[in-house]
């Protein structure tokens, strides 16, 4: 087979990339990919909660499927969970100047 016509090497076969403004003004299962990548989780959980690294999912108890070849795949659906529970359990914090004693 002629070289242009190859398959691509390994390490240019990459996930999709997950643009933020695609995804539904609420967290939607039925909207919303089943199987992510951890930069794919990444974007969903900036759109809908805040900021959370790659690195930080690895570390998550979360199940995922390792494909060969292919980066881990994590299901969305345990992944929302997971992050609901987080921002519902985060404590609340008053914010402003305290008032001097008179």
Known sequence: ????????????????????????????LSRLPRLATREQLSVIHQRYFGPLSPRTIEALPLPYRRPPGSPALYEVGPFLDWARQRLETAPVLMGGRRRKAA
């Open 1 to 28: 087979m002629p070289p242009d016509l190859a398959a691509p090497p390994r390490t240019l076969r990459r996930q999709i990339p997950l643009n933020p403004d695609t995804l539904p003004p609420e967290p939607d």
